[in-house]
T-cell receptor, first 111, second 112 residues
Framework: DQQVKQNSPSLSVQEGRISILNCDYT??????FLWYKKYPAEGPTFLIS?????DKNEDGRFTVFLNKSAKHLSLHIVPSQPGDSAVYFC??????????FGTGTSLTVIP | DTEVTQTPKHLVMGMTNKKSLKCEQH?????MYWYKQKAKKPPELMFV???????INESVPSRFSPECPNSSLLNLHLHALQPEDSALYLC???????????FGPGTRLTVL
């Protein structure tokens, strides 16, 4: 049973525009959420995170929004750059040392 | 040092071979993980070590044998693998109960 879901396998965005990547989860016990970015043939790298006590966290061009009632989080990238083209994984944890990953969204930023 | 290193980067092995993957971190993390990742899929958890003891085994076949000789090292011993075991094998570490995992670059394994 997939506890973290990313329903859009791919997304294409024009350079300079906003990229919005979505993630849904089913387990209300999750209290920390992360986004990872992955280039081909490389391991995932941590991008940004949010605790369940917050509804927004911003780091430069990247902002993560959390809607606990909807069990939904999103990653906004503004402005999008060609170097942002990668697969983005959403992950969740209940600090039990198990991390649950979504299936990933492949973002292509078109120059 | 905020890096997880993995060796080798690439490994090609036959179904009768015995090989080992190595992972190392010097961040003082006491939780370490092995994941398997197939192309365009999320990482699948295989094993979790907490304080150098195996705490989670996600029903991984016995042809994969993990080992944690000390708090900085994690090995994955491979024996009699199948072609479908070809994948990217990722190591990760985190503080116990920590909220972020640090991933290594992975070992690309091909089983012929």
């Amino acid at each position: 049973d997939q506890q973290v879901k990313q329903n859009s396998p791919s997304l294409s965005v024009q350079e300079g525009r906003i990229s919005i990547l979505n993630c849904d989860y089913t387990n209300s016990m999750f209290d920390y959420f992360l986004w990872y970015k992955k280039y081909p043939a490389e391991g995932p790298t941590f991008l940004i995170s949010i605790s369940s006590i917050k509804d927004k966290n911003e780091d430069g061009r990247f902002t993560v929004f959390l809607n606990k009632s909807a069990k939904h989080l999103s990653l906004h990238i503004v402005p999008s750059q060609p170097g942002d083209s990668a697969v983005y994984f959403c992950a969740a944890t209940n600090t039990g040392n198990q991390f649950y990953f979504g299936t990933g969204t492949s973002l292509t930023v078109i120059p | 040092d905020t890096e997880v290193t993995q060796t080798p980067k690439h490994l090609v092995m036959g179904m009768t071979n015995k090989k080992s993957l190595k992972c190392e971190q010097h961040m003082g993390h006491r939780a370490m993980y092995w994941y398997k990742q197939k192309a365009k899929k999320p990482p699948e958890l295989m094993f979790v070590y907490s304080y150098e003891k195996l705490s989670i085994n996600e029903s991984v076949p016995s042809r994969f044998s993990p080992e944690c000789p000390n708090s900085s090292l994690l090995n994955l011993h491979l024996h009699a693998l199948q072609p479908e075991d070809s994948a990217l094998y990722l190591c990760a570490s985190s503080p116990i109960g920590g909220d972020e995992q640090f991933f290594g670059p992975g070992t690309r394994l091909t089983v012929l």
